[in-house]
T-cell receptor
Framework: DAKTTQPPSMDCAEGRAANLPCNHS???????VYWYRQIHSQGPQYIIH???NNETNEMASLIITEDRKSSTLILPHATLRDTAVYYC?????????????FGTGTRLQVTL | DAGITQSPRHKVTETGTPVTLRCHQT?????MYWYRQDPGHGLRLIHY???????DKGEVSDGYSVSRSKTEDFLLTLESATSSQTSVYFC????????????FGQGTRLTVV
């Protein structure tokens, strides 16, 4: 699975959009981009994933560049409850088993 | 929450003793994973399973073994616990190959003294 690079930490004011970047310059054509988050000491929570088109769900939007070498997770109106560590992961869709390999993520702090 | 239960949730054990952690799912998902999480390291994959009796190693498998005799249960065993295995352990499940998202359990906090 391709490696990802994320900033270690970011701040965002409550009510503003949080834009979390991820670089995955070695991504292969058969790899999806996934985002998870981990709030305090809970288990990670799935947010969204995509292959090459932009995606949106009730939690967030995912913007993937045309060359697929980077992506941005957007939380449109961040709240204090969005304070968490956010993980960007690339994962192959073929093979015997789909490993899910985490990096160290971005710690997002949402403030009043 | 997806139907994943980890047991025990907390355990303190002595160095050199065997320990087994259990992950139980009610989703009939094919894939199951064990991770450990330590400060400064994020989540690291220990072992994973892609079906009954089908398992493979992750990046930090030394000192750990796993078994999956039924779809719903994935056991992680520390044959002889060491202090370096003090960690929080997470189990995850995934429904199918490809694009399926993974769901995580609430974690087991293991302390080896």
């Amino acid at each position: 699975d391709a490696k990802t690079t994320q900033p270690p930490s970011m701040d965002c004011a409550e009510g503003r959009a949080a834009n979390l970047p991820c670089n995955h310059s070695t991504i292969s054509g058969n790899e999806y981009v996934y985002w998870y988050r981990q709030i305090h000491s809970q288990g990670p929570q799935y947010i969204i994933h995509g292959l090459k088109n932009n995606e949106t769900n009730e939690m967030a939007s995912l913007i993937i560049t045309e060359d697929r070498k980077s992506s941005t997770l957007i939380l449109p109106h961040a709240t204090l409850r969005d304070t968490a560590v956010y993980y960007c992961i690339v994962r192959a869709i073929t093979g015997t088993a789909s490993k899910l390999t985490f990096g160290t993520g971005t710690r997002l702090q949402v403030t009043l | 929450d997806a139907g994943i239960t980890q047991s025990p949730r907390h355990k303190v054990t002595e160095t050199g003793t065997p320990v087994t952690l259990r992950c139980h799912q009610t989703e009939n998902h094919r894939y199951m994973y064990w991770y450990r999480q330590d400060p400064g390291h994020g989540l690291r994959l220990i072992h994973y399973s892609y079906g009954v009796k089908d398992t493979d190693k992750g990046e930090v498998s030394d000192g750990y073994s796993v078994s999956r005799s039924k779809t719903e249960d994935f056991l992680l065993t520390l044959e002889s616990a060491t202090s370096s295995q003090t960690s929080v352990y997470f189990c995850a499940i995934s429904g199918r190959q490809g694009a399926a998202e993974a769901f995580f359990g609430q974690g087991t906090r293991l302390t080896v003294v």
